[in-house]
């Protein structure tokens, strides 16, 4: 499958973000970044090229939403990003460590210890209840939550009075909530969200968006979400455009409508 | 469309179909390498006893009218004045005595060629019209000159020249061994071991000098061995009969036929067992694969397709399971034959061979027994998918509403009482077919365990999960979770390893209520301090020269030296084992007490025990109407009543009586009694030293004897274990399952866990949590249904002897133990399936 996007567009668009490791880096602290990141899936006939070659970095204390038409690798940028998925080429750093450098040992420690996560659907254990569900990162990891933090988590998502439920007694958007909760209690360096709100009615998924760019406003948590929403996006601090496994662009201070605008271009 | 939906289905479940497959391909390779053994092992006999028919037309032996002695070998020998009768019959071409009788070779170790295996003979040289044909030197031909087979002088080594000393009724003597011979056209043996004397020792020590053990004749051309064995049989004595060679090749296999009978009908049962374990699995796996399936199926049902064909396509990949399954198992039971033959040729028991004999039954029966079961355990889950509604296609949550567990319970309790009230009839033998009763009734309460076990699965779990949880936290939690949140799944798994623990509970709860209850008995009653027997091990008694009591019994130190033995006499037709012995001499080594009667039994009498009288309301006075070994019938009167005695059994015939009608009058067992301030050690070296000529005999004080009744109980309970290990087997086969199947379904589950951060390790413990937790609550269950029936079975046979109850709880212990270790076994592969699992494609499953 190719997009429409002649080859001018392209470049033209792409001249809005940066695009070497050295401009990222001279743009701020960064809590993860991409350099030169690449993707194939599959050999011969059934080559797909996911990511063709993305260098991004992440802003440490800001909500980034990564947005793109289906199929331009939005999801497999999260992944590699998150330690979930290798690289064919290139390296992905978070912090300091270069991920592409680790085993799968250390590389679950750094998601368990560093990471938290939000996945569209299915994001609970169905045998453990609200409360073990927000602290099995650090049930896991064998430490103990910090009771203060997880007050304060617990009461920013209002889940107080479900703490005792079963997933499967919980609303959809109380389970993406619990799900913020936990990407959130264990003070992870960065949250990675894809599609946080895909399922969810417009008042439930706000509720999980406001929760989002709360923490990042007021605990000055990374967050990365992945949308395909102009909504959802304008909850974020900078928006980043992907086609094709490309970077095309990047929007800061977004609203819908701008968001819109830019992914009518995109979708041309 | 429906037969290519099941062929694809099939195709795409390779793995966990082919875990089911394998359950039924353990269950029914028992069956059908049970049936193929037995089958090889009877033609292989017939072949063996038929041999002898071709050279031999009528055989002339003492009459019996059933196998009296407990030796099963004393038969009236017959004089040689018979044998110059059967010669003059017109028609008789050739006729010979043959003389057979017990003669062991002692081995270079001192000990007996061949122990407690199959009987040592010795025969008259040249024995009979059959062929035993010279491998080396020449025929024994002086009183101390012997020939041995081929087998056993490869075995020990003997050879022509050699000095060997042989057994026989008298003490052991030395003989040279002059020539090498071999047993029929093949030279097997089956394990018997054969010393040949010139006929006129051969008669002295295997008969009686003068006699023979039996004569065959060979019928002139033109003559049938039928007509020859009426008019021989009308001028032998009325106490001899003559029979066909056929016949009495027919007659001597019965026995053999008999014993394979039952061993094949025990081997059977632990088939029937294992198949019954592995429907548990076929059921469960079926089950999962139709909860899973359920949005296809959803789907199947929205576009039109109807509940039949839904069933069908179910049915369908079971037919295929169950075939697959059955052939397999044909082709692993022709190798368990094999394996059998094996085993039976290590203890000693080298059964004659002939090609593996798969009879056109033995395979209709397998694959009929194969497929039935899978599908009778598909049919429900089957039944199940057809009920998916359409709309379960649309909806998000793939897992079935919980459906009440109300009419289980109704079910399970009904089935549970039921299965107690067969078992209860079975176990009083008030029914028909005692076996087939407490069969059909235990196959019942396992079934209602079965149903009514999802009722506890929960609670039981988490209570057995909550010091695992807090020893080992978060894992722990998940994996006592995981086993909780399908209670039916949890329960059917571990059904499968409950029946097999249940089984192996009982038979240990028996086995230890036998062993306390021998205990009992022994400490009570057994007031010879000694006993000499022939041979210890299994098999029946073997007997001796009545002449050892008198050489014990001259042993300084010794008060009295009882010689006694068993036999078999029919009362009001039933045939019963009677003690046999002088009653007065008896009652002190027995410790008998009488409660009415005298102590003694002259001709016709019999003494009984309290119990046995009361239940054949006789008192001292009553007469019963009796047969004889020898065929004579007689009123048989009681003469007395003694209290029940485990040593003496129910009967006690007088010496007089057995003399009368039991040929040989030899003993089994000889009671020594010493005196009270003799020193027990000293005593026994002595007793010894007067028993060196005689390696066939045994001495035991009262601590050996129970140490070897203890010992044939731990044997008889090893066996029957090992046996029932192979459903342990089936059921871990069912654990591996359940667990991988649940793996596949909790795709998306372990993925989430891997991305916040569960490390491989920790996942793999937590699916070993599981399978510990399905392994242990099976077992739990397994013990306390066995407790159950132990206990019933205990009660049913106090009458018997078995009259303590023992619970083996350290023994229990250790089994519970061995199935937390099963459950760690059985999560290996299904853990590290999981563990190895792309974390981003688990994510992805939708
Ligand atoms: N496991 C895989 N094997 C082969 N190709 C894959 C695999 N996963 C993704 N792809 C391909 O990589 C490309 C990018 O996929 P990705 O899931 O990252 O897209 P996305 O932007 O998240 O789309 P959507 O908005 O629909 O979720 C697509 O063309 C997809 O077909
Ligand atoms: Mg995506």
């Known amino acids: ?268 | 469309m429906i037969t290519r939906l099941t062929l694809k289905n099939l195709a795409a479940h390779k793995l966990r179909l082919g875990l089911t497959a394998l359950a039924v391909v353990l269950g029914t390779a028992f069956v059908a390498g049970t049936l193929i053994f037995s089958g090889t092992t009877d033609k292989a006999f017939d072949d063996l006893f038929s041999e002898g028919t071709h050279t031999v037309d009528v055989t002339v032996q003492g009459r019996q009218a059933f196998a009296g002695s407990a030796d099963g070998v004393a038969v009236k020998p017959v004089p040689a004045s018979v044998l110059d009768e059967v010669r003059g019959v017109d028609g008789v071409a050739e006729a010979r005595g043959q003389i057979t009788g017990f003669a062991a070779i002692v081995g270079r170790d001192g000990k007996i060629v061949g122990g407690n295996g199959p009987p040592q003979l010795g025969i008259g040289w040249p024995s009979s019209l059959s062929d035993y044909g010279l491998v080396t030197g020449r025929g024994p031909a002086g009183p101390h000159e012997i020939a041995i087979d081929s087998v056993t002088a490869e075995k020990t080594g003997y050879t022509t020249g050699d000095q060997v000393k042989v057994v026989a009724k008298g003490p052991a003597e030395p003989y040279e061994v002059v020539g090498v011979f071999k047993v029929g056209a093949s030279g097997r043996t089956g394990g018997v071991t054969y010393a040949a004397f010139d006929p006129a020792t051969a008669q002295r020590l295997l008969v009686e000098p003068g006699s023979f053990s039996g004569i065959v004749a060979k019928a002139a051309n033109g003559v049938s061995p039928a007509e020859l064995a009426t008019r021989v049989g009308a001028v032998v004595p009325a106490e001899y009969e003559a029979i066909t060679a056929q016949q009495a090749a027919d007659d001597a296999a019965g026995g053999v036929r008999e014993l394979l009978g039952f061993l094949s009908t025990f081997l059977l049962t632990f088939g029937v067992i294992s198949i019954f374990v592995g429907s548990f699995i076929i059921f469960n796996t079926f089950s999962m694969l139709v909860a899973q399936r359920t949005r296809d199926l959803a789907l199947l049902r929205a576009v039109g397709a109807s509940r039949r064909q839904v069933t069908l396509s179910v049915m369908g990949e079971a037919l295929g399971v169950g075939l697959l399954g059955s052939i397999a198992g044909l082709l692993a039971g022709a190798g368990l034959a094999v394996g059998l033959r094996g085993l039976f040729s290590a203890f000693g028991a080298d059964l004659p061979t002939t090609g593996l004999v798969i009879a056109p039954s033995t395979v209709v029966w397998t694959l009929a027994v194969g497929v039935t079961v899978t599908l009778v355990a598909a049919y429900f889950p089957a039944r199940r998918a057809a009920k998916t509604p359409p709309v379960a296609a649309l909806r998000d949550d793939v897992a079935t509403p919980a459906r009440s567990l109300r009419a289980r319970a109704v079910a399970g309790g009904l089935s549970a009482v039921v299965g107690a009230a067969l078992l209860a009839t079975g176990l009083a033998g008030d029914g028909g077919n005692p076996l087939a009763l407490v069969g059909g009734g235990a196959l019942l309460v396992f079934l209602a365990v079965a149903m009514l076990s999802p009722l506890f699965a929960r609670p039981v779990t988490r209570v057995l999960g909550a010091p695992l949880v807090r020893l080992f936290g978060t894992t722990a939690r998940l994996g006592s979770g995981n086993a909780q949140r399908n209670p039916r799944r949890t329960s059917a798994t571990a059904a499968a390893l409950m029946i097999g623990m249940a089984l192996i509970a009982t038979v240990s709860v028996l086995a230890a209520s036998m062993t306390a209850s021998i205990d009992k008995a022994l400490d009570g009653s057994l007031g010879a301090d000694f006993q000499v027997s022939a041979g210890g091990g299994f098999g029946p008694p073997g007997s001796f020269d009545p002449s050892v009591a008198a050489a014990l019994a001259a042993v300084p130190g010794v008060r009295s030296a009882t010689p006694m033995t068993y036999a078999q006499v029919k009362l009001d037709n039933e045939p019963v084992f009677a003690a046999v012995g002088d009653p007065a001499a008896l009652a002190g080594p027995f410790g008998l007490e009488m409660e009415s009667g005298t102590l003694a039994a002259g001709a016709d009498e019999i003494l009984v025990d309290a119990k046995t009288a009361k239940a054949g309301g006789w008192t001292a006075g009553s007469t019963v109407r009796g047969q004889y070994a020898d065929g004579a019938f007689a009123t048989i009167r009681i003469a007395g009543v003694f209290a029940d005695n485990p040593m003496a059994g129910s009967y006690l015939m007088g010496e007089a009586t057995h003399a009368a009608h039991y040929p040989g009058s030899r003993v089994s067992t000889v009671l020594v009694v010493k005196e009270p301030t003799a020193d027990a050690a000293a005593v026994r070296k002595d007793l010894d030293a007067s028993l060196a000529a005689y390696p066939n005999l045994t001495l035991q004080d009262q601590s050996d004897i129970k140490e070897q009744a203890r010992a044939s109980v731990g044997q008889l309970l090893t066996m029957i274990t090992a046996l029932l290990v192979l459903s342990i087997v089936i059921a871990i086969l069912g654990i591996i399952n359940t667990l991988a199947l649940s793996v596949i379904e909790r795709t998306r589950e372990i993925g989430l866990l891997r991305a916040v951060g569960m490390g491989r390790r920790q996942l793999r413990r937590m699916i070993r949590y599981e399978s510990v937790l399905i392994s242990v609550f099976g077992a739990l269950l397994g013990i306390a249904v066995g407790i159950g029936f132990g206990w019933a079975v205990q009660r049913a046979l106090a009458s018997q002897g078995i009259d303590v109850l023992s619970v083996p709880a350290a023994q229990l212990g250790a089994y519970l133990a061995a199935a937390a270790l099963v459950g760690v076994l059985a999560a290996v592969w299904p853990a590290r399936r999981a563990a190895r699992m792309d974390v981003l494609r688990a994510i992805a499953t939708q």
């Not at chain 1, 997009?3 to 001249?15: C, E, H, I, K, Y």
């Open chain 1, 1 to 268: 499958m190719t997009f429409p996007l002649t080859t001018s567009v392209n470049r033209d668009l792409a001249g809005a973000a940066p695009t070497t490791d050295d401009e990222i880096r001279s743009a701020g602290p960064l809590a993860a970044r991409a350099v030169g990141v690449t993707k194939v899936y599959g050999t011969g006939d059934a080559r797909v090229s996911a990511l063709g070659g993305v260098t991004l970095g992440i802003p440490g204390g800001r909500f980034t939403a990564i947005m793109g038409p289906s199929g331009s690798g939005k999801s497999t940028l999260m992944h590699c990003l998150a330690g979930l998925d290798t690289v064919t080429d290139g390296k992905v750093f978070v912090g300091d460590v270069e991920l592409t450098r680790l085993d799968d040992r250390r590389l679950t420690r750094l998601r368990r210890d560093r990471i938290g996560f939000v996945f569209q659907s299915f994001n609970l254990i169905p045998t453990l209840t609200a409360l073990e569900n927000i602290t099995l990162p650090m049930d896991i990891a064998g430490v103990r939550p910090d009771p203060a933090w997880l007050d304060t988590v617990i009461d920013t998502v209002g889940l107080r009075p479900r703490l005792r439920h079963r997933p499967s007694e919980l609303s959809g958007g109380q389970q993406q909530r619990v799900a913020c909760a936990r990407a959130l209690a264990s003070k992870p360096e960065i949250i990675f969200a894809d599609e946080p709100t895909g399922n969810l009615d417009s008042r439930s998924g706000a509720e999980v968006l406001s929760f989002l760019r709360n923490s990042v406003r007021e605990m000055g948590q990374t967050v990365v979400m992945v949308t395909h929403d102009p909504v959802a996006a304008s909850y974020a601090d900078l928006v980043v455009f992907l086609a094709d496994g490309r970077i095309v662009d990047q929007l800061a201070d977004p609203t819908a409508e701008g968001v819109l605008e830019r992914m009518k271009g995109l979708d041309r």
